[in-house]
Structures are given as structure tokens and as C-alpha cells.
């Protein structure tokens, strides 16, 4: 697996509930597997020295929704930034089924299981667990499995059968519910087409001009590949800075030739 590289000229800052807080685009070429994200900001940290995390929902949240930031994720040689993978893992069944021990989908032809615990039983909800971590994926053959607690595991109920626009719910920040009109607090579900697929993976986002895009949560296989974007923790501003202006003039000294 090759080492995320920096793709943006700049961070890109975002205030989350008053905090302001530092992101920066990665590229990570093998990332065609939503899964591999965190193994390669690990991998990026163990080059640099750093502690960088893949970004939170709620900061990818704020930077897509409030403001222009947005716009700063399209900064580099390429004016268009590859759907992104957020910290936030979703999972449900397929529509009307009540949910087993587990959870099990496929993604890139990959097979993906989540442990249910405590929410066996219920029916047409979404389980999300937030701050995913590289521990949290154990490897089992072929196999992806979610080890994930009880406790960090957040059900969302009433999650929609199709896509449209709702609002989110206020601890994951997942649509829920009825169907709404469009608006600044609202939510694009983009869900997989086939109501009767379970689903576990992580979330997506996707920086773009279109609204139901850029205010759209992804629980769907939809892409071809991703990009990385990851918090930057502030010990870690000066050596990201340093690496974006290396990386930059190298853009800017090819561009004159």
C-alpha cells in the first residue's frame, strides 16, 4: 500500500462548535477501498511523524455546509476532490428486515461484518459508531470485522428507505426520519438503490457546487476511488505547513518548465 501524499496548497480551517480546527487533503492512489483510508493516514504518520486522524462527520460537516470552505478542498493541481472518507461507520439492514447477530455487506468485494450486541432485534434503523479508529477493523481471511462495542454503537431510527432529502440526527449526524424540503438544516441521503441490501461501511462525502452533493451523506458503493482528508492536530500545523510548501513549490517549479 503506497503512502498518502499531500494534494492541497494550504490547510483548510473550519470551525467545529467554536474550535477551530486544521484539515488537509491527502491523495492515497490505492485508495479505491473506503477501508484502506485509515491504514493510510497511519501509514502517513509513521513517514512524517505526525498524529493525523481521517476527518471527523461533524468537521467534514461544517467545512461542506457553512460558508465557502468548501471550496479550499478543490485547491491543487486538480480542481475537483475525489469523494472523501469520514471517521463515522454506518450499518443497516435491508429495508423492513429486523436486524440478526450480525451485519454483513460487501464492499469492493470485500466482506464486511458488524457484531449487532445489544441491538438485535431491531428493524429499520442504522447503527453508527463515530471516531473509528485503525483497531477497529480486524482482518479475518478475506473477512473485515467491525470491533466495535456496545457503547460506541449510536441507533438511528427510522433510517429512510430511500434517498431525498431529511434531517440529520443530532448525535451522528445521519439523515433520519420523514422526508423534508431542502434546506440549510436538512441532509441528502444518497443511499444504495437496492432497499433490500444491508450496508457497513464508513461514511462519504464529496465536495462539489451541487447542493444535494456537497450536503449529501453517502451510504452507498458508488465510487471508483477516494481521496483522504485528515485533522491535523495543532503540535502538527508547522510540519504539514512545511510539507504543503515543499510539496507546492514542486507544482510550481514543474508548472515552469
Given at each position: 500500500m503506497a503512502v498518502a501524499q499531500i494534494h492541497g496548497k494550504e490547510l483548510v480551517k473550519v470551525c467545529v462548535r467554536g474550535q477551530l480546527k486544521n484539515l488537509v487533503v491527502l491523495r492515497g492512489f490505492e485508495l479505491t477501498n473506503p477501508f484502506n483510508a485509515h491504514p493510510l493516514v497511519d501509514k502517513f504518520n509513521q513517514e512524517?511523524?505526525?498524529?493525523?486522524?481521517?476527518?471527523?462527520?461533524?468537521?467534514?460537516?461544517?467545512?461542506?455546509?457553512?460558508?465557502e470552505t468548501w471550496r479550499n478542498f478543490t485547491s491543487g493541481p486538480s480542481t475537483f476532490v475525489s469523494p472523501f472518507v469520514v471517521d463515522t461507520l454506518i450499518a443497516h439492514e435491508g429495508c423492513h428486515t429486523t436486524l440478526g447477530k450480525e451485519i454483513v455487506s460487501y464492499v469492493h468485494g470485500q466482506r464486511v461484518v458488524l457484531v449487532t450486541g445489544k441491538y438485535q432485534g431491531e428493524r429499520d434503523v442504522a447503527l453508527v459508531a463515530l471516531g473509528m479508529n485503525l483497531i477497529d477493523?480486524?482482518?479475518?481471511?478475506?473477512?473485515?470485522?467491525?470491533?466495535?462495542?456496545?457503547?460506541?454503537?449510536?441507533?438511528?431510527?427510522?433510517?429512510?428507505?430511500?434517498?431525498?432529502?431529511?434531517?440529520?440526527?443530532?448525535?451522528?449526524?445521519?439523515p433520519c426520519g420523514e422526508k423534508v424540503a431542502k434546506s440549510s438544516s436538512a441532509r441528502y441521503l444518497h443511499k444504495y438503490d437496492d432497499p433490500s441490501h444491508a450496508y457497513v461501511s464508513l461514511l462519504v462525502r464529496v465536495a462539489q457546487i451541487y447542493d444535494n452533493m456537497r450536503c449529501g451523506v453517502y451510504a452507498l458503493r458508488r465510487f471508483a476511488r477516494?481521496?483522504?482528508?485528515?485533522?491535523?492536530?495543532?503540535?502538527?500545523v508547522p510540519k504539514i505547513t512545511s510539507l504543503i510548501e515543499s510539496v507546492h513549490g514542486r507544482w510550481e517549479h514543474a508548472d515552469d518548465v
Open positions: 512524517n511523524g505526525t498524529s493525523l486522524k481521517v476527518v471527523s462527520h461533524t468537521a467534514a460537516d461544517s467545512a461542506l455546509t457553512i460558508g477493523f480486524k482482518k479475518d481471511g478475506d473477512s473485515v470485522i467491525l470491533d466495535i462495542s456496545d457503547d460506541r454503537l449510536t441507533l438511528v431510527p427510522k433510517f429512510p428507505t430511500e434517498a431525498g432529502w431529511y434531517m440529520p440526527y443530532a448525535e451522528t449526524g445521519v477516494y481521496e483522504l482528508v485528515a485533522e491535523v492536530p495543532d503540535v502538527d
